[in-house]
T-cell receptor, first 115, second 116 residues
Framework: AQKVTQAQTEISVVEKEDVTLDCVYE???????LFWYKQPPSGELVFLIR????DEQNEISGRYSWNFQKSTSSFNFTITASQVVDSAVYFC????????????WGAGTKLIIKP | GAVVSQHPSWVICKSGTSVKIECRSL??????MFWYRQFPKQSLMLMAT?????????EQGVEKDKFLINHASLTLSTLTVTSAHPEDSSFYIC????????????FGDGTRLSIL
């Protein structure tokens, strides 16, 4: 069965520090997709990235970067030079053909950036 | 592109009333729509999946008579919470997906429901 584990329940750092949010997934499928979403206090889900299982290239988007490692079934997310506006709950999710591409969600990591 | 509009954003109503939440895909055809419920400080919990023109498929433990889902067109799905009670208070989020099935889901902004 599919599973997404975000072991960090809450992380608190001081502004301008770098922070990495961990995500470990389980699936038997060879074709799958991994996602990261941001949920600020206002509640809406903000899509950050979608990565398919055949693309292991790391991605950088501004202060955000993602490290996809199939060998360890991890898809970690790093924020460089964090800002107060980055404070939110971040969800990692997985979809695969076994789940008919429904999203399997991690528990979320609450990120607190202190000024 | 791929915008999903969810209304209302928040609603407060008395116990015993029914509440309807709408989810619209504005610029694409949503063959599948999903309804999620989120309790405070928890992850999203899938309630049901609906395909246009078909009956919704409910997840285990979700009362289909309490949470009525209609997906009558390729751009609109509705969730009606019937005879709502305080324990139905929650944050409800819809998402929509086009074809093929491996397309990503696009999310509405959610509805905060408070039952007094």
């Amino acid at each position: 069965a599919q599973k997404v584990t975000q072991a960090q329940t809450e992380i608190s750092v001081v502004e301008k520090e770098d922070v990495t949010l961990d995500c470990v997934y389980e699936t038997r499928d060879t074709t799958y997709y991994l996602f990261w979403y941001k949920q600020p206090p206002s509640g809406e889900l903000v899509f950050l990235i979608r990565r398919n299982s055949f693309d292991e290239q790391n991605e950088i988007s501004g202060r955000y970067s993602w490290n996809f490692q199939k060998s360890t079934s991890s898809f970690n997310f790093t924020i460089t030079a964090s800002q107060v506006v980055d404070s939110a709950v971040y969800f990692c999710a997985l979809s695969d053909s076994d789940s008919n591409y429904q999203l399997i969600w991690g528990a979320g990591t609450k990120l607190i950036i202190k000024p | 592109g791929a915008v999903v509009s969810q209304h209302p954003s928040w609603v407060i109503c008395k116990s015993g009333t029914s509440v309807k939440i709408e989810c619209r895909s504005l610029d694409f055809q949503a063959t599948t729509m999903f309804w999620y419920r989120q309790f405070p400080k928890q992850s999203l919990m899938l309630m049901a999946t609906s395909n246009e023109g078909s009956k919704a498929t409910y997840e285990q433990g979700v009362e289909k008579d309490k949470f009525l889902i209609n997906h009558a067109s390729l751009t609109l799905s509705t969730l009606t919470v019937t005879s709502a009670h305080p324990e139905d208070s929650s944050f409800y989020i819809c998402s929509a997906r086009g074809q093929p099935t491996n397309q990503p889901q696009h999310f509405g902004d959610g509805t905060r429901l408070s039952i007094l």
